[in-house]
């Protein structure tokens, strides 16, 4: 019997097995196919990188990255999750779709020879971010600041040369920051300070000037500042800090000045959380903080009540102050490095106490460690007396990083406003050029006085407020303003190569003409500018305003555009934007909308592809108009050709022209419904640049200033 059940038994076991192996083809795929996003994004990064060969498995077009192991790629399902592709020797760029990977957690192509600008968009859920050791250049992305999952990131050894933008508000579990060995400039944003998990950060190796104060609540394990140009003093809370690397920077000597009133409390709850329970402090110490601090108000409170009977004393007696520190006056040289640096020393860390980027101009009035040489009253008007400033600070929603200039002062650095001076005239005002005696000079724009007839008295405080919002590289920032006698005033940043307008319209014959890739330039920084304003920008803001005039362009020929935020003048204009600019629904000024803007930019890219005004009445008078001229030809490659810009001298790629053509085409549209939002318009541009030839975007990135946001 059990010889007769062993062919039964062996083939029940085969039938079992098959059965088994079928039921494992039917519910086991062999792998999902990758989805379509991520291999679209990594086709087109491998076209960027010149195509590599050591990057196994790569494709131009199509493929499956997960199910074919493409070198560097992890996956979870039919996802892209991790991309490593550290120390490959890869050049080129990273493409354009980065944005599309949107569950890559992990992004490393650190160690390689990559060119150009940073990307504008980059996987935005990464938590893990390394692009080390490249050549890129440019600015850090603005992007960046909508990526709240991440959590290290290192930008070290590149030539990334700009401005750090305020991009650092809603990035909670960012623990390391790394962008040492570049060459970053201006002041560290106020930003930095929300950084709540931050343990280790390098600046080394940049030119950060301005204090470090701002880095005083971080709860840091490790800092390296070393050889910037930062000033002032190093924070008592940063003292604590285990591994800390300060030289090479021009730090103050001599004692620091005592903080503003609170924040001792502050430093040393921050230093209780920091040690972590090792060291709590007790209840009786912070009572005893808590009682001081209030004594100080209350002396405080009594000291400025009684000064307030004797309005002729504007500022604090610098005799009694004299023992903790003494100022020197405030020089053009000291203008010059930042806006808050037109404020004394002393004077520009203090911030509000509701921790906004605001300078506290009652701070500054009520600190009794502030003393002021009396020849300081020449360039910067008492707080006490100004009653414009305590207007402004009146209003502690408002964020404030404009500085107060005295109408004697600009009134002296413009010859008293001579003809002289004047840099232009607009519909809401003249544009003069103050001089200072070290050769610094700033922009003063004196706003028609007639405007402000029937408003409300704080209305010019709020616009300033406006404005000292507005942070981007392609955006005239303003420095300071003034208001007093009824003069209201707007200081900004003086651009020595003046404006687009004048480089295409008013240039000899000996001027340098403006090249294609520079037009490009121009063009895509202003595109990022205005898409600034109308998408990152809350509420959006419509600028009524774009005009070549208003583009002005830096020692690079990077394009900065001006009178940001002053849409409600222009509102009640009786003149209208310049000739030729203005969007054919915009018959009344409450027309204005974020589609007339769209259509205003499409005239400016439209001047710098053909070198022709909006409106000349030199032309025949069916040329007359400029986009009527041009909208028809836009199209037509033959026409086209003939409509360039002839200063060009045939120097130009036909594809990127073409595509230029088509982006213009878009923006002017008569229907306003049918032109596209300003993101779109960035991106247009963009892949304009990526589809161009390599020298052309190593051009664009070696040249420009860009990068605050993502589109």
Not at 9 to 24: K, Q, S, V
Not at 329 to 350: M, V
Not at 601 to 611: A, P, S
Request: charged share 20%.
């Amino acid at each position: 019997m059990a010889l007769s059940s062993q062919p039964f038994l062996a083939m029940h076991h085969n039938l079992a097995g098959l059965w088994i192996a079928f039921f494992a083809v039917l519910t086991t795929p062999v792998h999902s196919k990758t989805a379509a996003p991520d291999v679209s994004a990594l086709n087109v990064m491998y076209s960027s990188l010149n195509s590599p060969s050591k990057l196994t498995g790569w494709k131009s077009s199509g493929g499956d990255p997960c199910g074919e192991s493409w070198e560097g790629i992890k996956c979870s399902g039919s996802s892209v999750t991790e991309i490593n592709l550290s120390d490959l020797g890869l050049t080129g760029s990273m493409g354009y779709q980065l944005s599309s990977l949107t569950s890559v957690t992990y992004f490393d192509l650190s160690e390689n020879n990559l060119k150009g600008d940073v990307p504008y968009q980059l996987p935005p859920n990464a938590n893990h971010i390394d692009l080390s050791n490249n050549e890129f250049t440019g600015g850090v992305p603005y992007s960046i600041s909508q990526m709240t999952d991440l959590q290290y990131l290192n930008l070290a050894h590149n030539k990334l040369n700009n401005q750090l933008s305020d991009m650092f508000g809603k990035l909670p579990k960012l623990k390391e920051l790394d962008l040492s060995f570049n060459s970053l400039s201006g002041k560290l944003p106020q930003s930095l300070a929300s950084l709540s998990s931050l343990t280790k950060l390098y600046l080394q190796n940049n030119q950060f000037s301005g204090s470090i104060n701002v880095l005083a609540g971080l709860p840091l394990d490790k800092l390296n500042v070393e050889n910037n140009k930062f000033t002032g003093w190093i924070p008592e809370e940063l003292k604590d800090i285990s591994d800390l690397e300060t030289g090479g920077n021009s730090w103050s000597s001599g004692p620091a000045p005592p903080p503003p009133p609170g924040t001792p409390a502050l430093a040393a709850k921050h230093k209780a959380k920091k040690e972590n329970g090792k060291s709590v402090i007790s209840g009786i110490a912070i009572a005893g903080i808590a009682l001081g601090v209030l004594a100080v108000i209350v002396i405080l409170i009594a000291f400025f009540s009684r000064r307030s009977s004797s309005p002729s004393s504007h500022f604090l007696d610098e005799e009694r102050f004299s023992q903790n520190r003494s100022f020197t006056p405030l020089t053009s040289q000291e203008l010059s490095k930042d806006l808050h640096d037109d404020i004394p020393r002393g004077y520009k860390d203090f911030k509000s106490v509701d921790s906004s980027a605001a300078i506290d101009t009652k701070a500054l009035q009520k600190s009794p460690s502030i003393g002021l040489r009396s020849s300081i009253s020449d360039r910067v008007q008492s707080f006490n007396d100004n009653e414009f400033a305590n207007r402004l600070n009146a209003r502690r929603s408002t964020s404030v990083r404009a500085t107060p200039f005295s109408l004697v002062d600009l009134q002296t650095a413009t010859g008293n406003f001579a003809s002289g001076r004047l840099l232009g005239e607009g519909s809401i005002g003249r544009v003069y050029r103050a001089k200072y005696a070290d050769g610094k000079v700033l922009a003063v724009k004196k706003i028609d006085s007639s405007l402000f007839h029937g408003g409300r008295p704080e209305e010019f405080s709020e616009i300033i407020s406006n404005i000292s919002k507005l942070h981007h590289t392609n955006i005239a920032e303003l420095v300071g303003y003034c208001s007093e006698q009824g003069h209201n005033m707007l200081i900004y940043e003086y651009f020595r190569n003046g404006s687009l307008h004048e480089f295409l319209h008013l240039s000899d014959d000996f001027s340098k003409p403006l090249t294609w890739n520079t037009r490009v330039r121009i063009a895509l920084g202003t595109a990022r500018a205005v898409e600034y304003l109308h998408e990152i920008c809350s509420p959006s803001l419509v600028h009524k305003n774009i005009k070549s005039s208003n583009i002005l362009l830096d020692a690079e020929l990077n394009p900065h555009l001006s009178d940001c935020g002053l849409a409600s003048f222009h509102q009640r204009t009786s003149q209208n934007l310049g000739a030729g600019y203005n969007a054919p629904e915009c018959t009344k000024p409450s027309a204005y909308s974020l589609k007339s803007d769209v259509y205003s930019f499409g005239v400016v890219m439209l001047e710098l592809l053909t070198g022709r005004m909006p409106l000349d009445s030199s032309k025949a008078k069916s040329e007359q108009c400029l986009v009527r001229w041009a909208t028809p030809q836009l199209h037509d490659i033959d026409a086209l050709a003939k409509m360039v810009d002839p200063a060009l001298r045939g120097l130009y790629p036909p594809k990127s022209v073409s595509r230029f053509a088509d982006i213009i085409a878009l923006c002017v549209q008569s229907e306003p419904e049918f032109r596209p939002p300003m993101s779109e318009v960035v991106q247009a541009i963009v892949r304009l640049v990526q589809r161009s030839s390599m020298n052309m975007r190593e051009d664009l990135g070696a040249s420009r200033r860009m990068d605050d946001y993502d589109y």
